[in-house]
């Protein structure tokens, strides 16, 4: 049986791919985040997961702190975290930044650091 998830049910607007899904309900195995931001600067405080998390940069430019390192990532590329390791990105601009994150979990798990 396939699961087809409607927009209204993971999207906080109609206009922006912004949101979050948690695969749980449907034997998924992951959840995902969508993200969105025009803000300069927007973008998750710093953060672990039990789990792997996967970044694909939509639109924009991002600067990604991942334990130690500095990466900034551009449209197209893909980024992944390792289990336990501190991150968080920002918005470098100009304009929306868009990312699709991919926890590797049927929930979301976030130990918040700041």
């Not at 109609?14 to 969508?34: M, P, Q, V, Y």
């Amino acid at each position: 049986m396939a699961y087809v998830i409607n927009r209204d049910a993971w999207a906080d607007a109609s206009d922006l791919w912004h949101g979050e899904w948690e695969g749980r309900a449907a034997g998924a195995g992951i959840s995902i985040i969508f993200f969105s931001s025009d803000r300069l600067g927007g973008g998750p405080r710093l953060h672990t997961h039990p789990y792997a998390e996967t970044f694909v940069v939509r639109q924009g430019r991002a600067r990604f702190t991942v334990g130690q390192e500095t990466v900034e990532a551009q449209p197209g590329q893909i980024l992944v975290v390792p289990p336990g390791t501190p991150h968080r990105f920002e918005n470098l601009g100009p304009g929306r930044l868009e990312t699709t994150d991919i926890h590797a979990s049927e929930t979301f798990i976030t130990d918040w650091l700041e």
